[in-house]
């Protein structure tokens, strides 16, 4: 006899009883009667509970679920299938009146037609014979489904792993997983070949309500954030198979002290840029990829007054001092559109807002810093603007030390345009960067084998104009020390306006001697 799928299944070991799909534990553990509670209780326990819908959290998992374990034994084929299906009703319900549902309305409205999908495929699998599904396999289905859907699909448990920093992907089933300790270690397969991975890159891309990325053979490069504050970088078309990294931000309500206890700044080191900030130095962090700039650019903004109100210019959100409400009571975060792939009369993508627009449209907004993100090109130009109102902007960019960060930068101004002279551009970075603090990076193997990563403020110099062959000069403020923070060396006499801002200036003469 066929079980009630109302009722969920009378017998656990009869093959053809249906699970109520409504009735998954994805709402709840059994209570002590061993009793599923109902749809209509999980509903209205569900609505009462909005926090984990509004933070962008699967509903669907329970603790016991979260890492990378939670996805296995999965027919991805099969979530594919729901995903395509639930997508495309959730498109058509959105048409209607419920076009203006918040991001919370959208998700409850997914995660329902999920359970409606999932329903009746269990009952049309009993009509046509088949085996339905148990419990524990509508559970971690529809927790599947639904990461696909609102979620990172099969990459969400690797980036729900708090110990995993950046995963690196050289095709559907060739991943590498960078852990917070620096080791490498081997991660599973994302998806089941190379055209479904780029299946579900395009569709991650164009599903963003705020700021949707083209992603396609037109437009083979693909930047963006995603929720929980990570950043992902895609490219296809162009390599023999799609490349995707994801950069996981482990520290990011951060300050100086606790980088001081992990390392990567000395003491002498804490003080002189907890001064500097608060002096309003214009400072640029550079290092290799994967140094922890950004992570030091957090901290050094956590030096802020909480009632300081800042701005912040991105090509992709990844300070998200915004989300940090206590430590950042008055901020407008801004960030860059790349537009879509048509070109407009105006020769550029449609839709296309820069920095330096958003720049100049800051200046409106009674702004007293202006932090610009990352600088890869010409985000120089918005940079030097930024450092030219004097207010101790902040930036990061990529070189391999101190002194090549400002060549890189001068570089980076030239590519703005033919009316960027070199003399323009290595006067404007001479004039308004006051400090470049590099971060370095090293990676070695331990004892058991594993690579290992190690990281470091090593370097702190001092920028002003110089002599008009080279145009600036620069000053070691903190040289690299063999093993560790950089220590003491020169103080030029322009910075030791720092000592009123909290700066001792006789400890860093008594560390420069000693070094000496």
């Known amino acids: 006899m066929t079980a009630n799928p109302h009722e969920g299944p009378s017998d656990p070991t009869d093959p053809t009883a249906i699970p109520d799909p409504t009735a998954l534990p994805l709402f709840a553990e059994p209570e002590a009667g061993g009793q599923v509670e109902s749809i209509d209780h999980a509903r209205s326990r569900l609505s009462s509970r909005p926090e984990r819908i509004r933070s962008g959290e699967n509903p669907f998992v329970t603790p016991r679920r979260r890492g990378a374990t939670a996805h296995a034994d999965i027919d991805w084929s099969l979530v594919a299938a729901f995903r395509k299906q639930a997508s495309d009703k959730l ?17 409850e409205l997914g995660r329902t037609i999920i359970l409606e999908l999932l329903e009746d495929s269990a009952q ?38 708090d110990e995993v920093e950046n995963v690196e992907i050289y095709g559907a089933e060739d991943v590498m997983l960078e852990y917070a300790d620096g080791s490498l270690r081997a991660g599973p397969p994302v998806a089941d070949s190379d055209e479904e991975l780029l299946e579900f890159l395009t569709f991650l891309a164009s599903r963003s309500e705020g700021n949707t990325r083209p992603f396609s053979e037109a437009q083979p490069r693909l930047h963006m954030r995603l929720d929980g504050g990570a950043r992902m970088a895609a490219v296809a078309w162009n390599t023999p198979r799609p490349a995707v990294v994801i950069r996981r931000h482990r520290l990011q309500q951060v300050d100086l002290d606790q980088l001081r206890d992990n390392g990567t700044l000395s003491d002498l080191q804490v003080t002189f840029l907890r001064a500097a900030v608060k002096a309003k130095k214009s400072i640029v962090v550079a290092g290799d990829q994967g140094a922890g700039k950004t992570t030091l650019v957090r901290a050094l903004c956590a030096e802020f007054d909480p009632y300081e109100r800042i701005g912040t210019f991105e090509t992709e959100y990844e300070l998200h001092l915004h989300e940090f409400g206590k430590k950042h009571r008055r901020i407008v975060p801004f960030e860059a559109r790349p537009g879509s792939g048509e070109i407009g009369p105006d020769g550029r993508p449609a839709g296309e807002v820069t920095l330096d627009e958003l ?10 810093r202006q932090i610009v993100g990352e600088v890869r090109g010409k985000e120089v130009i918005a940079m030097i603007k930024a450092m030219q109102s004097g207010t101790g902007s902040i930036s990061t960019t990529h070189a391999g030390s101190a002194s090549g960060a400002i060549r890189k ?10 009316h960027v002279t070199p003399e323009y551009a290595t006067r404007a970075i001479a004039e308004h960067i006051d400090l470049v603090v590099y971060v370095n990076l090293e990676t070695g193997n331990a004892q058991d084998g594993q690579t290992k990563r190690k990281r470091w403020v090593s370097e702190i110099v001092a920028v002003e104009p110089g002599e008009k062959e080279i145009g600036y000069a620069i000053t070691h403020v903190f040289r690299p020390s063999p093993r560790g923070p950089g220590t003491a060396a020169v103080l030029p006499d322009h910075l030791r306006d720092l000592e009123a801002f909290g700066f001792d200036t006789r400890a860093f003469e008594i560390e420069s001697q000693g070094r000496a």
């Not at 930068?409 to 033919?418: D, S």
């Open 124 to 161: 049309d699998a009993v009509a046509d014979g088949d085996n339905a599904w148990t419990l524990d396999e509508q559970q971690r289905l529809a927790e599947a489904i639904y990461n696909a859907l609102f979620g990172l699909g099969r990459l969400q448990p690797i980036v729900d792993d």
């Open 91 to 107: 498109l058509t319900a959105l048409g209607d009146e419920r076009v203006g549902l918040d991001e919370r309305s959208r998700r």
């Open 359 to 368: 720049l100049y449209d800051s200046f409106r907004f009674n702004l007293s």
């Open 409 to 418: 930068l001068i570089t980076c101004a030239m590519e703005a345009g033919a």
